[in-house]
């Protein structure tokens, strides 16, 4: 669920989680660690194969209004309802396809995006 819209059950996800520091090595070996913030944040990638118009319909959606604001997203393996804030990851584009035909009945739909927990 992305900003109050239940979306079909994606295809492929996945949640990196990044501790959000900088790590570099100093001239005498020492190792320096700078904090870019606290705790660790996640990235939840998301893939789908749809088959309706109205499913591709509401992932476009509920990823464009997460572009241009917060909002609750429920992780699609999550066993007690957590909530998220989260925003359109920065180097994502909701991608999509129109390639996988079906049956002669119509086209299927690859769509993917990326999500930020802010």
Not at 46 to 64: D, M, N, P, Y
Not at 85 to 90: H, N, P
Request: aromatic share 10%; proline share 2%.
């Amino acid at each position: 669920m992305l900003n109050g819209v239940t979306l079909a059950c994606p295809t492929e996800f996945s949640i990196v989680e990044s501790d959000r520091r900088g790590r570099a090595v100093a001239a005498d070996g020492t190792l320096m660690v700078s904090a870019l913030g606290s705790g660790a944040t996640r990235v939840f990638r998301l893939k789908w194969v749809v088959f309706t118009w109205a499913e591709r319909a509401a992932i476009s959606g509920a990823f464009q209004a997460a572009r241009t604001a917060a909002a609750a997203f429920v992780s699609p393996d999550s066993n007690d309802g957590t909530t998220y804030q989260v925003t359109a990851d920065e180097s994502a584009e909701l991608r999509e396809e129109a390639v996988v035909f079906r049956n002669g009945t119509g086209y299927a739909y690859r769509v993917e995006m990326a999500l930020r927990e802010v």
